[in-house]
């Protein structure tokens, strides 16, 4: 369509909100955070050695990862299979009884304001292309575009790299010599906090909300399992 000449053009983007790679990236890597900050607040709680914390630790990034990497592959992929089977029934209404299916749809913007002809008549217009109906009668009803689908690799590979990033965090000051719990907690501590700020570009709320939120979580989980191993170490 062309633009109207007396408007402004656009001057802006939208972000990626179908469910695609920044979902799936921003929860694999604040749960690679909470988890592995769990797994070595309890067994180091535990009294185990440093040696058991980092095999604990790299154990639950490559489970963490591989699971996580998988259980996001395959639940965007079956999502993505529910909505071409919706697609399908709702394509056969379409052949089958249009008149019916356009009413369904001219009554849903009658609902919300839009003058009763006016509606008819646009959805009567939008039924004579079989693929534009399908596309609107799916917004409608299902609240998604068959055009705009996320992929279950996208989704897959950026939470399985964004988990083993998250989860390296707090192992890092292991890795690097530590031999006393608390250099752990603090990086994982941090790494939270920024995690939660950066993810804050892409919402509405401020970033020092986004980051205490993110830590007050983790402190939660690393101070359950720290008490449950300490309670079992003891």
């Known amino acids: 369509m062309t633009p109207h000449p007396h408007l ?32 070595i607040a309890g067994v180091g709680g535990g009294g185990v050695s440093p040696n058991a914390i980092v ?15 998988l259980g996001e592959y395959t639940s965007v992929r079956t999502q993505n299979e529910q909505l071409d ?69 996208v989704a897959a590979v950026s939470s399985f790299i964004c988990f083993s990033v998250g989860a390296v965090i707090p192992l890092l000051p292991y890795i690097l010599g530590a031999t ?16 939660g700020a950066f993810v804050s570009r892409f919402t509405v709320r401020p970033w020092w909300y986004n980051g205490l939120r993110q830590l007050a979580f983790g402190a939660v989980a690393a101070g359950a399992t720290y008490l449950i191993g300490w309670l079992i170490g003891a």
């Open 8 to 39: 402004p053009p656009i001057a802006h983007e939208h972000g990626d909100v179908s469910g695609g790679w920044l979902r799936a990236s921003v929860f694999g890597a604040m749960d690679g955070l909470v988890t592995n900050i769990a797994l």
């Open 55 to 69: 095999l604990t630790g790299v154990s639950g990034l490559v489970a963490g990862a591989i699971s996580m990497g």
């Open 85 to 153: 089977y919706e697609l399908a029934k709702e394509r056969v209404e379409l052949r089958r009884n249009p008149e019916a299916e356009a009413a369904e749809l001219a009554e849903a913007w009658i609902e919300r304001g839009l003058p009763a002809d006016l509606a008819y008549e646009v959805a009567r217009r939008i039924n004579d292309n079989e693929d534009e109906a399908l596309r609107v009668h799916a917004q409608e009803e299902l609240g998604l575009d068959p055009n705009e689908k996320p992929s279950p690799m």
């Open 180 to 195: 006393v719990l608390w250099p752990a907690l603090t990086a994982g501590a941090v790494g939270l906090f920024v995690a």
